[in-house]
C-alpha cells in the first residue's frame, strides 16, 4: 500500500487527454476500488449546490456535536481545492502520521478525527492546480489508506456542486446512509440546490433533509426573526422533492467567530436560536445510529 499522497509533480505528468471518451456513468453503483470503510456504521455526506452558504461551519459544528454525545466520528474534508475543516478546528499546522494500518487522521478529540487535503499541502496558501484523474487519485486515497477504524458516523464535506469529488464518493462508497444539502435563502442558491437533490436521486444517495443557513438575523432587542435574505423557497424545494427542511438556521456570529480561530469544537452553544434550530439536525443524524442499532448491527 502506497505510504505517500498524489504529489504536485505528478499532476505534472497527467494526461489532460487521460479521461477523454471514459465518461463514468452516474447510476452505476459498481465500486471504482476498495475502501476501507469496514468499522464505519454511518456514512453522511454535506452538500451543497454552490459555495459560500456556510456547508463545511455545518459539517464541523455537526462532527463536534455528535462527537461530544459520545459518539465515535470522523470527518473528511474532500474539498481538493478549498479545504477548509482544519482551519476551524485550529489543525492547521497538523500532519497526519502513518502505521501499519494506513495514514491515521487527525485527532480533535478522543471521539473526533479530522482527514483533509490540507494536511499534505506546503503552506495555507499552496494551491492544488489538479485535474480530474490527480483529484480522483487523491480521493480514493482518502477512502482506501486513511484508517479510520471504528466510526459511528463519518461526516463527508463534499465541495460545492456535483461535479469530479461528489460523483467520485458516491461511486465509491457504495452505502452511504444519506445526504445533507445546505443552501441559503436566495433564489440563486435554491436553484442550485434542486440540481444537488437531482445528483443525488441519480446515484442513488438518499436525502436525509434540507439545511437553510443564514436564515435570517434575530433581533437582540424583540428576538423577531428579519429574513435578510427573503424565504420561503427552501419550504417549496423540500415540497416539490418530497423531503424535509431540518432546521432553518438564522445567523449567529459566535458560530462563525468559533469557526474563524479554529475553536469549533470548544463552542458549547448559549441557547441561542441556533442552538435550539441546529439540534434538530443533529438529533436527525443521531436517528441513524438510533435505527442501526435497532435493526442489530
Known amino acids: 500500500m502506497s505510504k505517500e499522497f498524489i504529489s504536485t509533480e505528478d499532476v505534472a505528468k497527467t494526461n489532460p487527454n487521460e479521461a477523454k471518451g471514459k465518461e463514468e456513468k452516474t447510476k452505476s453503483k459498481s465500486p471504482i476500488g476498495t475502501v476501507n470503510l469496514d468499522g464505519v456504521k454511518n ?3 454535506i452538500m451543497s449546490g454552490k459555495g459560500g452558504v456556510g456547508k463545511s461551519t455545518i459539517a464541523a459544528y455537526l462532527a463536534s456535536s455528535l462527537a461530544k454525545r459520545g459518539y465515535r466520528v470522523g470527518l ?3 474539498d481538493i481545492h478549498g479545504p477548509s475543516i482544519p482551519k476551524m478546528f485550529g489543525l492547521e499546522n497538523k500532519k497526519p502520521e502513518v502505521d501499519e494500518k494506513g495514514i491515521v487522521p487527525v485527532p480533535v478529540s478522543e471521539n473526533l478525527k479530522v ?4 494536511f499534505l499541502l506546503e503552506g495555507e496558501d499552496f494551491p492544488v492546480i489538479w485535474r480530474g484523474p490527480a483529484k480522483m487519485g487523491a480521493i480514493k486515497q482518502f ?7 471504528v466510526l459511528d458516523f463519518l461526516i463527508i464535506d463534499l465541495p460545492p456542486g456535483t461535479g469530479d469529488e461528489p460523483l467520485s464518493i458516491a461511486q465509491l462508497i457504495s452505502d452511504f446512509d444519506g445526504a445533507i444539502v445546505v443552501t441559503t435563502p436566495q433564489d440563486v442558491a435554491l436553484t442550485s440546490v434542486r440540481k444537488s437533490i437531482n445528483f443525488l436521486d441519480l446515484v442513488d444517495v438518499p436525502v436525509i433533509g434540507l ?22 423557497g427552501v419550504e417549496k424545494a423540500a415540497s416539490d422533492f418530497g423531503i ?23 463552542y458549547e452553544g448559549n441557547e441561542s436560536e ?11 443524524i443521531e436517528k441513524l445510529e438510533n435505527n442501526t442499532k435497532n435493526d442489530g448491527n
Do not use: H
Not at 482527514?115 to 490540507?118: D, G, K, T, V
Not at 477512502?143 to 477504524?149: N, Y
Open 211 to 232: 439545511v437553510e443557513n443564514m436564515s435570517g438575523v434575530i433581533c437582540p432587542s424583540c428576538g423577531d426573526e428579519i429574513e435578510v435574505f427573503g424565504g420561503g
Open 274 to 284: 441556533w442552538d435550539r434550530r441546529f439540534s434538530n439536525v443533529v438529533d436527525s
Open 43 to 45: 456514512k453522511i455526506m
Open 115 to 118: 482527514m483533509s487535503i490540507a
Open 143 to 149: 477512502l482506501q489508506e486513511v484508517s479510520w477504524g
Open 244 to 266: 424535509s427542511v431540518l432546521a432553518e438556521l438564522p445567523i449567529e456570529p459566535q458560530v462563525s467567530q468559533k469557526a474563524d480561530t479554529g475553536a469549533t469544537y470548544s
Open 76 to 78: 473528511l474534508d474532500s
